[in-house]
C-alpha cells in the first residue's frame, strides 16, 4: 500500500522547487516493497510445514501474521514521534538490516518462541515502512512525476502478491520451510545495497506541535465509518486468506504442485485486478468498496460446499485474487478524497487500521479453525466481510448529506 497524495502534511514534504528525479532510487524502494510483501505473508504458503517442524497447530503457525500485525500498529503509531529529524534514508536502511535479521530468525527458529519473536521484528519493520514509504516517495521525485513514481513503487507490491506464495510454497517443497525465508536474505542485501546508493539524503524536518496526533482524523464520522469499514474488510479478508493452505491440503486435497499452482491463480488475477481497477474507479468508488467485500462474502460461502473439487476452487480463488488484491487502490483512492488536506495523517491511521485488522482476522481465524474446522472460520471471514459493506455504505451516507 502506498498513499497517493502531493502533501504530506508531516514535516516530510517535498520541496517543491526540487526538480531532481531519483528514479533508481524509486526502483530500490519498489524491491524494497517486493521483499517486504514476501517476507511479510510467506507464513501463508508455509502454514502446515512450519506447524509439523515446531509441533504447534495450524492456528498457532498462522498467529506469526497476528503478532507480525500487532508490532506493525505500534510501530506505525509510535515511529513518527520518534524519529523526530532522522535522516529518511537511515531509516530505510535500518529497517532494511532488520528485515533481513528477521528472516534469519525465523529461519533459523528452534521453537515456536523465537519463530514468533522473528514475526514480531518483521513486524516493526512493516509499520515502519509504510509509514514513511509514502512522503519518502513523493521526496524522490518533482511533483508532476509522482504518479508515475507511486506506480513504479507499487509494482513491487503487485509482483509480491503474484510471485510470493506461490514461491514460497515451492521453495518450501524443495529446500524446506527454513530454506524458503533464509531465500530473502540475500534479496534484502541486494535491496540494502541499492537503498544505500541511489537514496538521496533526506533529513526530516520539525514537527508543528501536535501535527502527530493521527488520531484527530476520527472526528469526522465519514472518515471514522470509512475506516471502520476498511478494517472490517482485511480482518474479513485475512481471516480466511491465512488458512486457505491447510483448507487446500485437508479439504480439496491438493498436491503441493497443485497447492503452488493455485496459490499462483490467486497471484495473477490479483496482478491483472490490479491494473484494471483504476478505469472503474474512475467511474465508481462507493461501488466497488461496497460491492468488492459483498462479492468476497459470497465466495467464502461458496468454498464451503465446492471445497472439494478442484476446479471450481480454482475458478473462486482466482475471482477471490482478482478482487482482494486490487481493493486496497480503492481504500487508498478513498482516502485522498476524504481527507484531501491531511491525507498522511490519514495514511498513518489507515496503516495502524489495517495491519491490527489483518492481526484479529488471523487471530479469530486460527482460533475458529482449530476449534470447530474451516467451516466455521470461512463465514466468520464472510459475517465481518459483509459489515465492511455495511460500514463502508454508512460513510457514503455521511459523506452525501
Known amino acids: 500500500m502506498a498513499l497517493t497524495t502531493s502533501d504530506t502534511h508531516d514535516g516530510t ?77 537511515k531509516l530505510m536502511l535500518i529497517l532494511t538490516i532488520l528485515m533481513g535479521i528477521s528472516g534469519s530468525i525465523v529461519a533459523l527458529a528452534p521453537n515456536y518462541t523465537a519463530y514468533m ?26 511533483s508532476n512525476k509522482v504518479p508515475k513514481a507511486l506506480a513504479i513503487f507499487n509494482g513491487g507490491n503487485a509482483l509480491a502478491t503474484v510471485v510470493a506464495a506461490p514461491l514460497g510454497s515451492y521453495l518450501g517443497s524443495i529446500v524446506g ?33 501536535g501535527s502527530g496526533n493521527i488520531l484527530k482524523a476520527l472526528k469526522s464520522r465519514a472518515v471514522a465509518y470509512g475506516m471502520a469499514g476498511c478494517g472490517a474488510f482485511f480482518m474479513g479478508q485475512f481471516a480466511l486468506f491465512t488458512y486457505l493452505r491447510p483448507f487446500l491440503e485437508t479439504v480439496t486435497q491438493t498436491s503441493v504442485s497443485t497447492l503452488s499452482l493455485l496459490l499462483l491463480t490467486i497471484g ?93 482476522g488471523s487471530t479469530i481465524g486460527g482460533i475458529l479453525f482449530d476449534a470447530d474446522g474451516y467451516q466455521s472460520t470461512f463465514i466468520a471471514s464472510a459475517a465481518v466481510l459483509l459489515l465492511s459493506a455495511f460500514l463502508t455504505l454508512q460513510s457514503y451516507r455521511m459523506q452525501t448529506k
Open 177 to 209: 520451510w527454513r530454506g524458503a525465508f533464509l531465500a530473502i536474505i540475500p534479496i534484502a542485501l541486494i535491496t540494502l545495497m541499492w537503498q544505500w546508493i541511489a537514496l538521496p539524503s533526506m533529513k526530516g524536518k520539525v514537527r508543528e506541535p
Open 13 to 89: 514534504s517535498t520541496d517543491k522547487t526540487n526538480n531532481t528525479a531519483h528514479w533508481s532510487g524509486v526502483f530500490a524502494m519498489s524491491l524494497c516493497v517486493f521483499t517486504l510483501i514476501a517476507s511479510e505473508f510467506m507464513p501463508v504458503s508455509l502454514l502446515t510445514p512450519i506447524a509439523s517442524d515446531l509441533q504447534i497447530t495450524e492456528g498457532m503457525a498462522g498467529q506469526g501474521i497476528a503478532i507480525s500485525g500487532t508490532f506493525a500498529v505500534l510501530t506505525s503509531l509510535l515511529l513518527p514521534m520518534l524519529i523526530g529529524t532522522m535522516d529518511r534514508k
Open 117 to 142: 519473536l522473528g514475526r514480531a521484528l518483521i513486524g516493526v519493520v512493516i509499520g515502519g515502512f509504510w509509514s514513511m514509504s509514502a512522503a519518502m516517495a513523493i521526496r524522490l521525485v518533482p
Open 268 to 360: 495473477f488475477s490479483g496482478f491483472i485486478g490490479t491494473l484494471i481497477i483504476s478505469s472503474i474507479l474512475k467511474r465508481t468508488l462507493y461501488g466497488l468498496l461496497i460491492g468488492i467485500p459483498v462479492f468476497m462474502a459470497a465466495i467464502a460461502v461458496i468454498l464451503i460446499p465446492a471445497g472439494s473439487y478442484v476446479l471450481p476452487v480454482a475458478l473462486l480463488l482466482a475471482m477471490w485474487g482478482l478482487v482482494a488484491t486490487a481493493a486496497p487502490v480503492a481504500w487508498w483512492t478513498w482516502l485522498a478524497k476524504a481527507m484531501p488536506e491531511n491525507a498522511e495523517a490519514g495514511g498513518g491511521l489507515m496503516v495502524a487500521v489495517v495491519q491490527l485488522s489483518i492481526a484479529l
